[in-house]
Antibody, heavy 114, light 106 residues
Framework: EVQVVESGGGLVQPGGSRRLSCAAS????????INWVRQAPGKGLEWVSV???????DYADSVKGRFTIARDNLKNTVYLQMNRLRSDDTAVYFC????????WGQGTTVTVSS | IVMTQSPATLSVSPGERATLSCRAS??????LAWYQQRPGQAPRLLIY???TRATGIPARFSGSGSGTEFTLTISSLQSEDFAVYSC?????????FGGGTKVEIK
């Protein structure tokens, strides 16, 4: 079965950091586009970041300079390092593969609050 | 690219047809996808390439359009179809989503 599983969410203070993980099975992260998409409470979906199959990366303007996406091919896992977190980063963070986004994880919740 | 969906909420009786609209701020060719999201669940890909159903998606879901105007039609609503539907363009980076249409039971 093809799936991705997110982990790493939790409560973080404003200005803090958190690293999310997206572990894949049944698909190889090194040859797929792997995206992070978030959804703030009661809001729509917002694309956050992508790591392409050639290792290049891209970010939404709202997170550029604060978030970093990377992958570990041996672990078949993609990470999202989130620094300088703000209250408006509070959301469920989904990992999704492909374009369009055809495989989604169940999401992990990040709450930024003091 | 700004994606605008209408209406925000659609009240439909089971068995009736639902028509959802999505507009792009500029042409995105046919690079338009639709996702279904039930409460507490992750989004699920329904349609890509404007009109191609994803694996396992029932034939009652259909997509149409091109350029800047797109439509998702659910021909006969079943109980499991009451959910939020979001369109997304993937012609340009960054990927952008519409705000969603909630299909609720009338």
């Amino acid at each position: 079965e093809v799936q991705v599983v997110e982990s790493g969410g939790g409560l973080v203070q404003p200005g803090g950091s958190r690293r999310l993980s997206c572990a894949a099975s049944g698909l190889t992260v090194s040859i797929n586009y792997i995206n992070w998409v978030r959804q703030a409470p009661g809001k729509g979906l917002e694309w956050v970041s992508v790591i392409y199959n050639d290792d290049t990366t891209d970010y939404a303007d709202s997170v550029k300079g604060r978030f970093t996406i990377a992958r570990d091919n041996l672990k078949n896992t993609v990470y999202l390092q989130m620094n300088r977190l703000r209250s408006d980063d509070t959301a469920v963070y989904f990992c999704a593969s492909g374009v369009p986004l055809d495989v989604w994880g169940q999401g992990t919740t990040v709450t930024v609050s003091s | 690219i700004v994606m605008t969906q209408s209406p925000a909420t659609l009240s439909v009786s089971p068995g009736e047809r639902a028509t959802l609209s999505c507009r792009a701020s500029q042409s995105i060719s046919s690079n338009l996808a639709w996702y279904q999201q039930r409460p507490g669940q992750a989004p699920r890909l329904l349609i890509y390439g404007t009109s191609t159903r994803a694996t396992g998606i029932p034939a009652r879901f259909s997509g149409s359009g091109s350029g800047t105007e797109f439509t998702l039609t659910i021909s006969s609503l079943q109980s499991e179809d009451f959910a939020v539907y979001s369109c997304q363009q993937y012609n340009y980076w960054p990927l952008t989503f519409g705000g969603g249409t909630k299909v609720e039971i009338k």
